[in-house]
């Protein structure tokens, strides 16, 4: 089992920046490769971004690319999402998760172990 617990939401102005953090505890975390998804009241759960087991390979939703980074720190079992110039539709519970299989990060199902959430509100 992986516990994953995310930080760093809150209200922010449009155009502002946020830091989360995803921290994992229970087994080992470097070998899980990790992504970040996000709903919005009414939506379904959404791919943001992932990064895969060696931290190099990262994949981002169209979306998202050129404002949003993640990035991971496997001495500390944390995995991050910068996310900068943030837009009123960025709103959302920002949800970190975990799978072995290194193959389709963007499908939610694939994934086998989820945190609680963070919520991010930007205001206009």
């Known amino acids: 089992q992986v516990q994953l617990v995310e930080s760093g939401g809150g209200l922010v102005q449009a155009g502002g920046s946020l830091r989360l953090s995803c921290a994992a505890s229970?087994?080992?975390?470097?070998?899980?490769?990790m992504g970040w998804f996000r709903q919005a009241p009414g939506k379904e759960r959404d791919f943001v971004a992932a990064i895969r087991t060696d931290g190099r390979s990262t994949y981002y939703a169209d979306s998202v690319k050129g404002r949003f980074t993640i990035s991971r720190d496997n001495a500390k079992n944390t995995l991050y999402l910068q996310m900068n110039s943030l837009r009123p539709n960025d709103t959302a519970v920002y949800y970190c998760a975990a799978v072995a299989s290194p193959w389709a990060l963007s499908i939610s199902r694939r994934y086998d172990y989820w945190g609680q959430g963070t919520q991010v509100t930007v205001s206009s």
């Open positions: 229970g087994r080992t975390f470097s070998p899980y490769n």
